[in-house]
């Protein structure tokens, strides 16, 4: 199983991107997929995640409102909806799922497989 990654690109500030996650097997058997982001000299942070089974939601404080994240099971693929977007977003987003259940979805340490990169870049 692997996680495919799309999206991302270069975007005016107050600008949208859609960043999307899908698991390549034909269901994904996983409880939850989300996104990490690191810039440059910072250290990975957690953006935001989505528990598979019922849809909730998590997000760090600095996207709630801006950023949504939904899921398609019929795609096996989560999206990641990045509205009004701000130049401190600008970051290697990575999609991460959760195949070993855990309670939690908003640490790394929750997350067991990882996409590759995916640039998003907003200008001022």
């Known amino acids: 199983v692997q996680l495919q990654a799309s999206g991302g690109g270069l975007v005016q500030a107050g600008g949208s991107l859609r960043l999307s996650c899908a698991d390549s097997?034909?269901?994904?058997?996983?409880?939850?997929m989300g996104w990490f982001r690191q810039a440059p000299g910072n250290e990975r942070e957690f953006v935001g995640a989505i528990r598979w089974s019922n849809s909730n939601t998590a997000y760090r404080d600095s996207v709630k409102g801006r950023f949504t994240i939904s899921r398609d099971n019929a795609r096996n693929t989560a999206y990641l909806q990045m509205n009004s977007l701000k130049p401190e977003d600008t970051a290697v987003y990575y999609c991460?799922?959760?195949?070993?259940?855990?309670?939690?979805?908003?640490?790394?340490?929750?997350?067991?497989?990882w996409g590759q990169g995916t640039q998003v870049t907003v200008s001022s």
């Open positions: 097997g034909s269901i994904f058997s996983g409880y939850a």
């Open positions: 991460v799922a959760q195949y070993r259940y855990s309670p939690r979805y908003d640490r790394a340490i929750d997350f067991d497989s």
